[in-house]
């Protein structure tokens, strides 16, 4: 030997110790996994669809990224419902009625004064703007019911009486003369001096006309991505925000009865936005008030915003919910139970390797294989979307995408011990189990997507997902201003859908501390039932 | 002896020098063994000229054997027992609007009410009761699906066991065609027989009265016809799977890697992406879009129906050519 | 003390359920080739997989080299076992299956290829070590079994009917070979139902019968203990009548039968002094034989003496 490292007979030299042999043997069991899970169709069957599952999903997100994201009228301002000219968002700011063709901004407004209420004097006497509901008979000094409501040619009533409750001359406005100085109304509004009586049951009111004037009308692109949203993050006031667009501020100025202007956060300050932060300055809460700040540029935020949604719900359907659960279903099951069914096993145990080891080296041969195949394909995606990602920082998308191929991985692991330790436990019913397990964990997972947060705790997609919450705030620590930025402001990016902090933190709100709590479970997950397999094959016969 | 006897049916030495099918006491085991030197045997073969009983009684056979077995234990191909569990399981399961049902019946005034709106009979829960996504899409259907047709053709293929038909005189299509019907029937027993019992519940625990099943008999028959569908789809898709693989395992969690994967991912597009193509892709959603159309409710999709239809129609043609294909390559010897 | 014998069995019985399969065995094996014979179902696999700890005894203790096999795997670094199992990882090459599991000796990968390499050869598969096994024949891969049985050059080695089912050729190298592990001084144990296989490897034999040890020891020395027995000769020749006639008045035949025209059988007390007369008796009598067989030579007759004496 050229290290003069002296050779016993069977040519094993003294270095050779107890652990390098160990290594030696988890070496070969492992190769051998590695081998057989290569040379199974089912494997490349599996993996094949992975692969297209999560091609499909980045075909619709670079056919998202081309075709950028168009400015998205958020808060639904930009329409003109009555068709007037005006979009609604310009109504608003004049407090006109966008469904009322004959009021827009400059329009002239009716003011009321008074009224003839359903009780009480039926009658009344001015020079008034009047507004007419039911039948009524105004006997007039002047008036300028003109001719766009000319006689219908119907017999005109030459009396209110108490037939009219129902109105016999339909429910639109209308008028006709019954002689001079006499004239029949309903549902309409005008000016004219007299005296206006009015049917039983039925009301008017009457008031005042401002004067009319020019407002030329805005084009209704004006009222799209109008109301930016304005924070500033070095001023430590939490109220922030401005009204852009002014239909906050300027909504309803001219009724009374909502004389202050909308404070629905409630903080005391109207027409603001209200940006709760926590002690290191990350944005915890937003809350607007009504109409502030509610149609930012879209495609300053969308882009981010849904950027990482993507990954997030890639992450959790594709890698966590999909891959990770059927991929051990059909990988796992069988590492040792199908060895023994077919006899296979006694090759391997007939060596001086003990049942215990044999698992744990089984089932890392396993793990390598199909937990290299998903860091693989989450290589693949991390290059992918920090290759065609919105600027900035996209080294973090690799992050991301490594925290995702590790939880799923601690999956593929979990699920692997469980499965193989059902098909040790019971080899007749070890895969009926582990088949309904199978569907248990993909309902529990669901579940979980869906914000349940105590019924699903005793499963292991549960924690996987909650795994991956938590890394998205350790990564992107302003995800959550994102997400809130998304349900404050209307952005449909999902974001506010498909993520939500970590809810397992003991209160803490700590998204370390969560992931820790969720690696703790995922890892109990995976050593006790090697631990169950472990003493159950031990005392095995194998015939 | 090297000579036959007229008398004496050809052949009849050999089998007993074979297997001693004679009484003991005849010579003729040790003669053949003692032919000095070699000798050929005529080989002739008459056809059999008895009556084949009818094909439909033949094939009622092939279908009764896998059909029994669910209950009986011996005699027909055994379902598992858990298989069996897992049937109870889902019957219990998919029956229990009729318990509420039965319960509002028992009870009156608010309790009675809401019970009612929850699961009394309308167009939603007629729906629901064979298409709702959880827990029938879910846990309850997929499953059934996978653990009643997994192991259908692939445990064939795996022991060999077609050679005993394809032996007989069965027609490949008369085998094919009982595998569907029999695991089609197993299916439908469960989700069709729940709904008819469901709808029939309602109508003996209300007292209701014959306008009340005219006006929601074509609900009904809607909701029906959306089952039938179903049952054919997956059993279709299902079988085919079966025919694929050659272990009944990975039949089954193919079958819901499909059925629950393609939902899921279809789910994930529609948030993210905004388009509802994908379901397309996803053998539940074109039964539920469809199902919705035939009990008349809006449908939750935006692609057309007519998209889906075509899109199930192809999926059932698709599953149905696969295992045709699979059941001719099907050896007459172990493979 | 000199070290344990390579196999220990003290009073074992094995039942699985209502089923005995080994009953209160005992016995010690060292050195040389040793053949367990038994009918199917007698408890020769069973006796294995108690030795290979697979199984636990009921009763009794099972040792491998002083140690017992169910609690600990530290005496299969010695044994080598060839299992009855017919299934093997087909998609492998031969040269791959013998180095992987000498590899979960502890080999590192160059010296268990090495050893691997050289195990093939042993049993003359060196050509095709690189061909998948699937391609094999049944006989090669009986062969493939031994190689990695003994790939790490043990002390006992464990045999289920390796010869089951192989053609005569592969079945006469792998007898070779199992004949040349026993006289390089390993302990060799080799299970058949065919005692005419286990003659030519060896003379010493472990008999099994319903899980009971019937017989243990030198095949021809029991073969003489039940010399009492009555023994049948059958010869086919041409003139059986002649024949007879020139041996009926020899002192170990007592018996004769004329079958038909051209076969004679012999009955004696004493098969071996029989067959030391005959072939001088039939060279005197001229008379041409075609063959000369041994009807009794054969396990079934062997145990329904061993058992029937046992009765």
Redesign the interface.
């Given at each position: 030997m050229t290290f003069g490292d002296p050779e016993d007979s069977?040519?094993?030299r003294l270095s050779?110790t107890v652990w390098?042999?160990?290594d030696?043997?988890a070496?070969?069991?492992i190769?051998?996994t590695i081998?057989?899970l290569r040379?199974k169709t089912?494997t490349w069957t599996v993996f094949g669809?992975s692969f297209l599952?999560l091609t499909?999903?980045s075909a619709?997100?670079i056919?998202?990224v081309r075709q950028g994201f168009e400015s998205i009228d958020n808060d639904g301002d930009s329409v003109d419902n009555d068709g007037d000219g005006y979009p609604l968002g310009q109504e608003k700011k004049y407090g006109s009625s966008d469904f009322d063709r004959e009021e827009y901004p400059g329009s002239g407004l009716f003011i009321p004064s008074g009224e003839i209420y359903y009780s009480g004097p039926r009658t009344h006497t001015g020079n008034h703007t009047w507004d007419v509901e039911g039948p009524s008979i105004f006997t007039l000094n002047w008036d300028n019911i003109d001719s766009s409501f000319p006689d219908s040619g119907q017999q005109c009533p030459d009396q209110i009486d108490d037939e009219m409750i129902n109105t016999p001359y339909g429910w639109g406005p209308f008028s006709c003369t019954i002689e001079d100085g006499l004239k029949y109304v309903q549902f309409l509004r005008f000016e004219g001096e007299g005296t206006l009586s009015v049917a039983d049951g039925w009301l008017a009111t009457y008031g005042i006309t401002t004067e009319k004037f020019d407002v030329p009308p805005e084009p209704s692109q004006n009222y799209v991505d109008e109301d930016g949203i304005d924070w500033d993050p070095d001023n430590p006031s939490s109220s922030q925000g401005f009204d852009d667009d002014g239909d906050c501020t300027q909504s309803e100025y001219n009724e009374s009865s909502y004389g202050e202007n909308d404070d629905s956060n409630r903080n005391g300050i109207p027409c603001d936005v209200q940006w709760v932060r926590g002690a290191d300055g990350s944005v915890l809460q937003i809350r607007p008030d009504y109409l502030v700040d509610e149609d930012p540029v879209d495609s300053e935020l969308m882009g981010e915003s849904?950027h990482r949604?993507?990954i997030i719900?890639?992450g959790k359907?594709?890698f966590s919910?999909?891959i990770g659960i059927?991929l051990p279903?059909?990988l796992a099951?069988g590492l040792i139970r199908d060895e023994s069914e077919?006899?296979?096993l006694?090759?391997?145990?007939?060596?001086?390797?003990?049942r215990g080891e044999f698992i744990v080296y089984r089932l890392a041969g396993y793990l390598i294989f199909a937990g290299g195949f998903v860091l693989a394909m989450s290589l693949m995606m991390a290059v992918l979307t920090s290759t065609l990602g919105p600027d900035g920082n996209r080294f973090s998308d690799v992050n991301m995408w490594f925290g995702i191929g590790v939880v799923t991985v601690l999956s593929l692991a979990a699920y692997g011990s469980i499965f193989n330790a059902m098909g040790l436990i019971s080899p007749r019913?070890g895969?009926?189990f582990a088949?309904?397990f199978?569907?248990?964990e993909?309902?529990m997972a669901?579940m979980t997507l869906f914000g349940a947060e105590l019924v699903p705790i005793f499963s292991v997609s549960h924690w996987a997902l909650q795994m991956i919450d938590a890394i998205v705030l350790v990564v992107w620590s302003d995800t959550i201003m994102l997400s809130q930025m998304a349900t404050a402001f209307n952005l449909d990016t999902?974001l506010a859908?498909?993520w939500s902090p970590p809810k397992h933190t003991l209160g803490t709100g700590s998204p370390a501390l969560a992931i820790g709590l969720s690696l703790a479970v995922l890892i109990s997950f995976i050593l006790l039932p090697i631990l169950i397999g472990q003493s159950i094959f031990k005392r095995r016969?194998?015939? | 002896m090297t000579e036959v006897d007229g008398d004496m049916p050809l052949g009849e030495t050999r089998i007993e020098a074979a297997y001693g099918s004679g009484d003991g006491d005849n010579t003729s085991t040790a003669t053949v063994a003692s032919a000095p030197k070699g000798q050929i045997f005529e080989q002739i073969y008459r056809p059999w000229n008895g009556t084949l009983g009818p094909r439909w009684v033949r094939n009622y056979a092939i279908y009764r054997h896998h059909v029994y077995g669910i209950v009986t234990g011996s005699g027909h191909r055994r379902y598992?027992p858990?298989?069996r569990l897992?049937l109870l399981v889902v019957i219990l399961g998919s029956m229990t609007p009729i318990l509420m049902l039965l319960l509002s019946s028992m009870f009156s005034g608010d309790a009675s009410g809401f019970l009612n709106r929850m699961w009394g009979v309308n167009r939603y829960n007629l729906w629901g009761n064979i298409l709702g996504y959880?827990?029938r899409n879910?846990?309850m259907w997929?499953?059934l699906t996978?653990?009643v047709v997994g192991g259908l053709v692939s445990d064939d293929r795996k022991n060999g066991t077609s050679a005993i038909y394809f032996s007989r005189p069965i027609s490949r299509l008369d085998y094919a065609s009982m595998k569907w019907l029999s695991a089609a029937s197993v299916l439908g027993a469960v989700i069709l027989l729940t709904y008819i019992m469901y709808y029939s519940a309602a109508v003996v625990f209300k007292g209701e009265g014959w306008s009340y099943i005219a006006d929601t008999i074509p609900i009904f028959m809607g909701g029906l016809t959306a089952g039938i569908l179903l049952v054919f789809t997956y059993t279709s898709i299902g079988i085919a799977l079966s025919s694929i693989?050659t272990s009944r395992?990975?039949a089954?969690?193919s079958f819901?890697?499909l059925v629950?994967?393609s939902k899921?991912?279809a789910w994930?597009?529609e948030?993210?992406?905004e388009?509802t193509y994908?379901y397309l892709l996803s053998p539940y959603d074109c039964l539920a879009h469809v199902g919705q159309w035939l009990v008349g409710l809006p449908p939750n999709y935006n692609h057309p129906l007519a998209v889906s239809a075509v899109s199930l129609i192809l999926m059932n043609l698709a599953s149905l050519a696969v295992f045709a294909s699979r059941v001719a390559s099907l050896e007459v010897t172990r493979e | 003390m000199s070290a344990p014998p390579a196999v220990t069995l003290d009073h074992v019985s094995k039942w699985y359920g209502q089923v005995i399969g080994i009953n209160d065995v005992s016995l010690a094996i060292d050195g040389g080739v040793t053949g367990i014979l038994g009918m199917n179902g007698a408890g020769k696999s069973t006796l294995f997989?108690l030795l290979?700890?697979?199984?636990?005894p009921n009763r009794g203790a099972v040792r491998l080299f002083g140690t017992n096999p169910w609690d600990s795997?530290?005496?299969?670094?010695r044994?080598?076992?060839v299992?009855e199992?017919?299934?093997?990882?087909d998609?492998?090459t031969s040269m791959?299956f013998v180095s992987?599991?000498a590899?979960?000796?502890?080999?590192?990968?160059y010296?268990?290829e090495k050893?691997a390499e050289r195990a093939l050869s042993f049993v003359d598969l060196d050509n095709v070590a690189n061909k998948e096994i699937g391609k094999y024949s049944k006989g090669m891969r009986q062969r493939v079994?031994i190689a990695?049985?003994l790939v790490?050059?043990p002390d006992l080695l464990v045999l289920d009917e390796p010869l089951h089912g192989c053609d005569p050729l592969a079945r006469t190298s792998i007898m070779n070979v199992i004949r040349e592990m026993g006289s390089m001084g390993k302990t060799v144990l080799v299970s058949s139902h065919i005692l005419e296989e286990i003659e030519r490897i060896t003379e010493q034999i472990v008999i099994l019968h319903s899980g009971r040890l019937v017989a243990l020891g030198n095949l021809h020395a029991i073969r003489a203990m039940l010399d009492k027995h009555p023994h049948r000769i059958l010869i086919r020749c041409e003139n059986s009548r002649a024949l007879a006639a020139s041996f009926i008045d020899k002192e170990p035949v007592y018996g004769v039968r004329f079958i038909d025209t051209e076969s004679l059988e012999i009955m004696t007390k004493d098969l071996s002094q029989a067959h030391e007369i005959l072939p001088s008796l039939i060279i005197k009598s001229g008379i041409p034989i075609h063959s000369i067989e041994n009807p009794d030579d054969n396990l079934e007759s062997l145990l329904g003496y061993l058992v029937g004496d046992s009765k």
């Amino acid at each position: 030997m050229t290290f003069g490292d002296p050779e016993d007979s069977e040519g094993r030299r003294l270095s050779t110790t107890v652990w390098t042999a160990i290594d030696r043997k988890a070496g070969a069991v492992i190769e051998l996994t590695i081998k057989q899970l290569r040379n199974k169709t089912s494997t490349w069957t599996v993996f094949g669809i992975s692969f297209l599952l999560l091609t499909l999903l980045s075909a619709f997100y670079i056919d998202s990224v081309r075709q950028g994201f168009e400015s998205i009228d958020n808060d639904g301002d930009s329409v003109d419902n009555d068709g007037d000219g005006y979009p609604l968002g310009q109504e608003k700011k004049y407090g006109s009625s966008d469904f009322d063709r004959e009021e827009y901004p400059g329009s002239g407004l009716f003011i009321p004064s008074g009224e003839i209420y359903y009780s009480g004097p039926r009658t009344h006497t001015g020079n008034h703007t009047w507004d007419v509901e039911g039948p009524s008979i105004f006997t007039l000094n002047w008036d300028n019911i003109d001719s766009s409501f000319p006689d219908s040619g119907q017999q005109c009533p030459d009396q209110i009486d108490d037939e009219m409750i129902n109105t016999p001359y339909g429910w639109g406005p209308f008028s006709c003369t019954i002689e001079d100085g006499l004239k029949y109304v309903q549902f309409l509004r005008f000016e004219g001096e007299g005296t206006l009586s009015v049917a039983d049951g039925w009301l008017a009111t009457y008031g005042i006309t401002t004067e009319k004037f020019d407002v030329p009308p805005e084009p209704s692109q004006n009222y799209v991505d109008e109301d930016g949203i304005d924070w500033d993050p070095d001023n430590p006031s939490s109220s922030q925000g401005f009204d852009d667009d002014g239909d906050c501020t300027q909504s309803e100025y001219n009724e009374s009865s909502y004389g202050e202007n909308d404070d629905s956060n409630r903080n005391g300050i109207p027409c603001d936005v209200q940006w709760v932060r926590g002690a290191d300055g990350s944005v915890l809460q937003i809350r607007p008030d009504y109409l502030v700040d509610e149609d930012p540029v879209d495609s300053e935020l969308m882009g981010e915003s849904s950027h990482r949604s993507f990954i997030i719900i890639t992450g959790k359907i594709a890698f966590s919910m999909i891959i990770g659960i059927f991929l051990p279903l059909f990988l796992a099951l069988g590492l040792i139970r199908d060895e023994s069914e077919n006899g296979t096993l006694h090759y391997l145990l007939s060596k001086p390797i003990h049942r215990g080891e044999f698992i744990v080296y089984r089932l890392a041969g396993y793990l390598i294989f199909a937990g290299g195949f998903v860091l693989a394909m989450s290589l693949m995606m991390a290059v992918l979307t920090s290759t065609l990602g919105p600027d900035g920082n996209r080294f973090s998308d690799v992050n991301m995408w490594f925290g995702i191929g590790v939880v799923t991985v601690l999956s593929l692991a979990a699920y692997g011990s469980i499965f193989n330790a059902m098909g040790l436990i019971s080899p007749r019913y070890g895969v009926y189990f582990a088949l309904i397990f199978g569907v248990y964990e993909f309902a529990m997972a669901v579940m979980t997507l869906f914000g349940a947060e105590l019924v699903p705790i005793f499963s292991v997609s549960h924690w996987a997902l909650q795994m991956i919450d938590a890394i998205v705030l350790v990564v992107w620590s302003d995800t959550i201003m994102l997400s809130q930025m998304a349900t404050a402001f209307n952005l449909d990016t999902g974001l506010a859908f498909f993520w939500s902090p970590p809810k397992h933190t003991l209160g803490t709100g700590s998204p370390a501390l969560a992931i820790g709590l969720s690696l703790a479970v995922l890892i109990s997950f995976i050593l006790l039932p090697i631990l169950i397999g472990q003493s159950i094959f031990k005392r095995r016969e194998i015939d | 002896m090297t000579e036959v006897d007229g008398d004496m049916p050809l052949g009849e030495t050999r089998i007993e020098a074979a297997y001693g099918s004679g009484d003991g006491d005849n010579t003729s085991t040790a003669t053949v063994a003692s032919a000095p030197k070699g000798q050929i045997f005529e080989q002739i073969y008459r056809p059999w000229n008895g009556t084949l009983g009818p094909r439909w009684v033949r094939n009622y056979a092939i279908y009764r054997h896998h059909v029994y077995g669910i209950v009986t234990g011996s005699g027909h191909r055994r379902y598992h027992p858990f298989v069996r569990l897992t049937l109870l399981v889902v019957i219990l399961g998919s029956m229990t609007p009729i318990l509420m049902l039965l319960l509002s019946s028992m009870f009156s005034g608010d309790a009675s009410g809401f019970l009612n709106r929850m699961w009394g009979v309308n167009r939603y829960n007629l729906w629901g009761n064979i298409l709702g996504y959880f827990p029938r899409n879910l846990c309850m259907w997929p499953l059934l699906t996978a653990l009643v047709v997994g192991g259908l053709v692939s445990d064939d293929r795996k022991n060999g066991t077609s050679a005993i038909y394809f032996s007989r005189p069965i027609s490949r299509l008369d085998y094919a065609s009982m595998k569907w019907l029999s695991a089609a029937s197993v299916l439908g027993a469960v989700i069709l027989l729940t709904y008819i019992m469901y709808y029939s519940a309602a109508v003996v625990f209300k007292g209701e009265g014959w306008s009340y099943i005219a006006d929601t008999i074509p609900i009904f028959m809607g909701g029906l016809t959306a089952g039938i569908l179903l049952v054919f789809t997956y059993t279709s898709i299902g079988i085919a799977l079966s025919s694929i693989s050659t272990s009944r395992f990975t039949a089954s969690v193919s079958f819901l890697g499909l059925v629950l994967g393609s939902k899921i991912v279809a789910w994930l597009i529609e948030i993210q992406f905004e388009t509802t193509y994908i379901y397309l892709l996803s053998p539940y959603d074109c039964l539920a879009h469809v199902g919705q159309w035939l009990v008349g409710l809006p449908p939750n999709y935006n692609h057309p129906l007519a998209v889906s239809a075509v899109s199930l129609i192809l999926m059932n043609l698709a599953s149905l050519a696969v295992f045709a294909s699979r059941v001719a390559s099907l050896e007459v010897t172990r493979e | 003390m000199s070290a344990p014998p390579a196999v220990t069995l003290d009073h074992v019985s094995k039942w699985y359920g209502q089923v005995i399969g080994i009953n209160d065995v005992s016995l010690a094996i060292d050195g040389g080739v040793t053949g367990i014979l038994g009918m199917n179902g007698a408890g020769k696999s069973t006796l294995f997989k108690l030795l290979m700890g697979r199984l636990r005894p009921n009763r009794g203790a099972v040792r491998l080299f002083g140690t017992n096999p169910w609690d600990s795997t530290s005496p299969y670094r010695r044994v080598g076992y060839v299992s009855e199992s017919e299934k093997m990882y087909d998609w492998m090459t031969s040269m791959d299956f013998v180095s992987t599991l000498a590899r979960l000796h502890g080999m590192t990968r160059y010296e268990a290829e090495k050893k691997a390499e050289r195990a093939l050869s042993f049993v003359d598969l060196d050509n095709v070590a690189n061909k998948e096994i699937g391609k094999y024949s049944k006989g090669m891969r009986q062969r493939v079994k031994i190689a990695a049985a003994l790939v790490h050059n043990p002390d006992l080695l464990v045999l289920d009917e390796p010869l089951h089912g192989c053609d005569p050729l592969a079945r006469t190298s792998i007898m070779n070979v199992i004949r040349e592990m026993g006289s390089m001084g390993k302990t060799v144990l080799v299970s058949s139902h065919i005692l005419e296989e286990i003659e030519r490897i060896t003379e010493q034999i472990v008999i099994l019968h319903s899980g009971r040890l019937v017989a243990l020891g030198n095949l021809h020395a029991i073969r003489a203990m039940l010399d009492k027995h009555p023994h049948r000769i059958l010869i086919r020749c041409e003139n059986s009548r002649a024949l007879a006639a020139s041996f009926i008045d020899k002192e170990p035949v007592y018996g004769v039968r004329f079958i038909d025209t051209e076969s004679l059988e012999i009955m004696t007390k004493d098969l071996s002094q029989a067959h030391e007369i005959l072939p001088s008796l039939i060279i005197k009598s001229g008379i041409p034989i075609h063959s000369i067989e041994n009807p009794d030579d054969n396990l079934e007759s062997l145990l329904g003496y061993l058992v029937g004496d046992s009765k």
